[in-house]
């Protein structure tokens, strides 16, 4: 079954749900070492090369996975969650989509901000479309850090509470999306 049902996840959703969730956390953890390298360190531009290359990556299954949202929308939430519940998962869904997009966006901001663009893995060169002046750059790299680190606390409430409406609940909610 690839498509989505009134209340399973399909095999298309699934797995772009997981590529980007690992993904993501491969991300923040890639990002996280990399603020701790020196320029001079060897490692420094290869963690750099990595972090764009897998960000424009996940960009691009983000748009997959939204695109795939309008062909197949999502089955709707368990009757047996309460209404704070219901309110906060379509909550975390909003942030988690957004942020999908918000954060390899400005990242592409700071790549390119001189005008260059970048390789991705070797294969292709993504172009720098656009300038940006150091004020714009500065701002994308705060939105950038902000959005990042605010994610962490999003994606572990979020998994928290899959864990949680799985084996305390027992509503199977972690089944659906496995």
């Known amino acids: 079954m690839l498509q989505n049902t009134r209340d399973r996840y399909g095999l ?3 797995t772009l749900h997981w590529l980007i969730a690992l993904g993501i956390i491969g991300m923040i953890w890639l990002g996280w070492w990399m603020v701790g390298l020196s320029y001079y360190d060897r490692w420094y531009n290869l963690g750099l090369e990595l972090h764009r290359a ?3 990556v996940l960009l691009g299954l983000a748009l997959l996975f939204a695109g795939w949202k309008l ?4 089955p709707a939430l368990q009757s047996e969650l309460k209404p704070w519940e219901k309110r906060g998962a379509k909550t975390a869904h ?3 989509l957004l942020a999908m997009f918000a954060i390899p966006v400005t990242g ?3 790549s390119t901000s001189a005008g260059q663009g970048f390789s991705i893995f070797g294969f292709f060169e993504f172009p720098a ?6 004020a714009v750059r500065d701002l994308a790299i705060a939105v950038h850090y902000y959005i990042a680190y605010g994610l962490i606390a999003v994606v572990i409430i979020h ?4 864990l949680k409406h799985q084996f305390i609940d027992r509503h199977r909610t972690l089944q659906r999306m496995l």
């Open 12 to 14: 298309v959703t699934k």
């Open 94 to 96: 909003t942030i988690l």
């Open 129 to 134: 479309l656009l300038t940006a002046s150091e």
């Open 71 to 74: 062909i197949s929308p999502s």
């Open 108 to 110: 592409y901001v700071i």
């Open 54 to 56: 897998i960000g424009m």
């Open 159 to 162: 998994a928290g509470a899959a």
